[in-house]
Every structure is written in structure tokens, then in C-alpha cells.
């Protein structure tokens, strides 16, 4: 039942999360990573279904280098084209969206 209004809400969302770990398969962090990035990541990160290039790399396990550090920096401050969300997320909530990340294979 859950896993259908997983599904549901990820159509309503419009977005293709078919090549991401099944959320059955994700501790209750990961789950939180998931949905926080769905909510505030994948607006860029994510391949949209009417195939739109995205504005920002996919992410996944592998990317800067694999290294969780440097990915939470990253969401932290920001780029020049990226929003930082230290203000917008507790430093908790960064790290459940790294452990997230974690869970994603390179494509
Ligand atoms: C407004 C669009 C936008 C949003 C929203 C956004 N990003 Fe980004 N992100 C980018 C862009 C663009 C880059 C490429 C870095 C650059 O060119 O500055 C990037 C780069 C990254 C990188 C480094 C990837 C690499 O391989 O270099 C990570 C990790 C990342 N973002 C994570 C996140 C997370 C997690 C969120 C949500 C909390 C998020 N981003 C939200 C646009 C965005």
C-alpha cells in the first residue's frame, strides 16, 4: 500500500524515478534523502518525463568523486549555479540527502 502511494505521488509529481533504488530498499534516513531531494533537488537534477535536459548533472553515488564531504558543502553553500540550502535545511537533513545520494548507481 505504501509503496503504490510512493508511486502515486511520483506520477502526480510528473517525474521518472524509475532508475532510482526502490524506496522498500531504503532506511528511514535514505527514505527522508529521497523525498527532501524530490521536494528541493529535483527540480534540476531530474529527468523530467517530457525529456526537458536537465540543468544540473544527474547525481549519484559517484558524483564529485564519490566523496560525501565534498557533497555536503556542495548543498550547503552552493555553486555559482546552484542555490546553497544551508538555510533552508538542518545539517541533518543535508546529510539524509547524502546518504540518499549514497544509495543512487551511477548511470
Ligand atoms: C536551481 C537548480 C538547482 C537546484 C534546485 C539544485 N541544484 Fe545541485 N547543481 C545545480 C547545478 C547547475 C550544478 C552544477 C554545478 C555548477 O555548474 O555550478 C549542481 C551541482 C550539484 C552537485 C555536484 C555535482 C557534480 O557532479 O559536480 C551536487 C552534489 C548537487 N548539485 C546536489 C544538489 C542537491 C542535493 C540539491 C537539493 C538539496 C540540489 N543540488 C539542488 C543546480 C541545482
Do not use: W
Request: proline share 6%.
Amino acid at each position: 500500500m505504501r509503496s503504490v502511494l510512493i508511486a502515486a505521488c511520483a506520477v502526480a509529481a510528473g517525474l521518472s524515478l524509475t532508475s532510482f533504488a526502490a524506496a522498500e530498499e531504503l532506511n528511514a534516513t535514505q527514505q527522508l534523502g529521497r523525498q527532501l531531494f524530490g521536494q528541493s533537488c529535483a527540480v534540476c537534477h531530474l529527468k523530467q518525463q517530457l525529456g526537458a535536459a536537465t540543468y544540473g548533472p544527474s547525481l549519484s553515488q559517484a558524483s564529485l568523486g564519490g566523496q560525501e564531504d565534498v557533497m555536503r558543502e556542495v548543498i550547503a553553500n552552493g555553486t555559482p549555479r546552484m542555490p546553497a540550502f544551508k538555510y533552508h535545511f538542518e545539517p541533518a537533513q543535508i546529510d539524509a540527502i547524502v546518504r540518499y545520494l549514497k544509495t543512487v548507481p551511477p548511470q
